[in-house]
């Protein structure tokens, strides 16, 4: 597991261990797994699908965002 943290400046939309991430990035489709390599990315508009530590898919639409990962951490800024 990874831990993940989904935001806007004014309110958390995720937070807790995730199994993955997949998400649209500047340069085409991600899915950040646990121990992902270091990345700093723009997000493009899409859905942000995160799969939690039980299997439950969550589903969160995106204009647009940053996408950071490091130390087994992904942290979306919409």
Not at 32 to 35: R, V
């Given at each position: 597991m990874m831990k993940l943290t989904v935001a806007k400046v004014d309110?958390?939309?995720?937070?807790?261990?995730?199994a993955?991430?997949?998400?649209?990035?500047?340069?085409?489709d991600l899915t950040?797994?646990?121990?992902h390599a270091p990345l700093v990315t723009p997000l493009k508009?899409?859905?942000?699908?995160?799969?939690?530590?039980?299997g439950k898919?969550?589903?969160?639409?995106?204009?647009s965002g940053i996408l950071e990962?490091?130390?087994n951490e992904a942290t979306v800024i919409l």
């Open positions: 309110e958390v939309l995720f937070k807790g261990e995730a993955s991430l997949s998400c649209k990035g500047d340069s085409g950040i797994l646990p121990h508009k899409g859905e942000l699908k995160i799969v939690d530590a039980e898919e969550t589903r969160i639409f995106a204009e990962v490091a130390n």
